[in-house]
Every structure is written in C-alpha cells, then in structure tokens.
C-alpha cells in the first residue's frame, strides 16, 4: 500500500470500517460529516477492531446525488490528513475520481476504493501505480445492460476493470475484488445468489472483499431497517468468510469482528482436525 505500509491477507479476516463523512448515506448520512464526529467514530471504530478506516464523501446509495469533485475533496481531505497525522488505522478512500484519489493519498490515504471498477476514471490506476496505494476494484451493474448469471456478469466486469488495472502498471499484489452487493443487483434474490456462489470468484485469484452492510437484501430477510441490521450483516460476514472473503466492509465493527474471531477459530481448527474415518 501507500507510505510504505502492508496488509498481511490470509489467517484472519480484516474489518474495513465504513466512515460516511456524507448528509444522505442510506442508513448513517449526516451523523458524522463534522470533522471531529468523523475522528470520533473512526477512534471507536479502532478501538473496536477494525484495520482498516474506509472514507467517503459521496453516497453511493441507489439515487443518489452527484457532487462536484471539489465537494468531495473538501469532505474526505481534511478527515484522512487528521486520521493519517494520529497513526490509528490503515486508511482507505471511497472514491471514484482519479484527482480525489491522488490528493487522497497524498493527504495519508493507503487504498483507494473505487465503486466503479476503475470503469468511470481509468485514471486511478495510474494513481495506485505511482503511487503503491492499495487498490479496491469493485463490480457494478450500474448504467450498463449485464449478463442474467450473476458470476458471469461479475467475471465479465472485473476482468475488464483488471486490464485497466494492468495497463495502468497496477501490481497484482496492490489489489483487491469486491463483488459490489447491493449495486444494481436488482433483487433479494440476486444479492442471495451472488453469496451463494461467491465461493465461485475465487477463480479471478485476488483477495475478495464483501461490502454486504446493512444492504437492502439483509432487511428483506430480517424484516429490520438499515440501523438494525448489524446481527443480519455479521450472518452475511461469517457466511461470506467461509466462501472465501478476506476483507468485510461495515458500519457495526464489533458485532462482526467477534462473528468473524469465531469463523477464523473454527477454519483454523479444521485445519488441525484429523481426517474422519
């Protein structure tokens, strides 16, 4: 990643935890768009367990709205510089714009997340490569026709927004895939199959990140609104853990670094289990 820091994947699951510095985030908008709110919950978030602190400063909601770049900047900036001055958390900006990525990491930023698989601004793999930030390539199907098998449709996307990665001269080792819950998967169902078979984009051969938080689908199961729907995220991270994710990017740290605690005790012991008869 950027500044000469590292993300060791493997044994143990990373909690990359969502920090909305935005007034119209689906479930959390305006709660922490004063600076001293956001550092506020990006410590409590630290103390919680998560690795990583994920900075936004446009929601990315279904009907959403746009906001200049300049906007953007004048949210997330002056947050990422305080978070990389304290030294607390790895820090990952949430944006799909090449120039708020490079003022992003040049603000202390290590990853950019970007929503739209480098498909938007293909300039950001330029940015990851001069920069060795951490790169998160996320799967959409906004604003284009896709494919009715959803692990079709996610290959398709994703190996186009890596040949972008790759013509940028973006490492393999600086990346990972998230298969974009909840963005333009139309239904309850869709999200469902896609966690079904998540286990199934382990073949692209890059670490996978889950961002089911508090989505649409969680409520449809449970019945809850987004700001109850901590316990149905964590079913969805231990669930999405044993399929093979690395990476889960939510709102209620806690809950879902104790679920996924017992998740990797478990694969660990299985491990160490003698084969059955």
Known sequence: MAHGRYLDLGPKAV???????????????????????????????????AAVIDVGGES?????APITAEEEQGRVLPVIAALAASGEALISVDT????????????????????WGLQRE?????????????????????ERQKLPDVIE?????????????????????QIVLDAGF?????????NLDLMA??????????????????????????GREPGDRAA?????????????ADLFRVHDVAINVDALAVTDAMLARETELPPGP
């Open 15 to 49: 909690v990359v935890g969502i920090l909305n510095v935005t007034p119209d985030s689906f479930s959390d908008g305006g709660l922490f768009i004063a600076p001293e709110k956001a550092l506020e919950q990006a410590r409590r978030m630290v103390e919680e367990g």
């Open 60 to 64: 990315t909601r279904p009907g959403f």
């Open 96 to 115: 799909y714009r090449e120039d708020t990525a490079r003022r992003a990491v040049a603000a202390g930023a290590h990853i950019v997340n970007d929503v």
């Open 122 to 142: 293909p300039g950001i793999a330029r940015v990851a490569a001069e920069t060795g930030a951490g790169l998160i390539i996320m799967h959409t199907g906004r």
């Open 153 to 173: 449709d996610q290959f398709l996307f994703l190996r186009k927004s890596l040949e972008i990665a790759r013509a940028g001269k973006v490492a393999d080792s």
């Open 182 to 190: 909840g963005f333009a998967k139309e239904t309850a169902a869709e």
């Open 197 to 222: 078979r998540f286990s199934e984009l382990q073949a692209l051969g890059y670490p996978l990140m889950a961002g089911t938080s508090r989505k649409r689908f969680i409520g449809s199961a449970t």
């Open 232 to 244: 149905g995220t964590a079913a969805t991270s231990v669930i999405l853990r044993l399929k093979g």
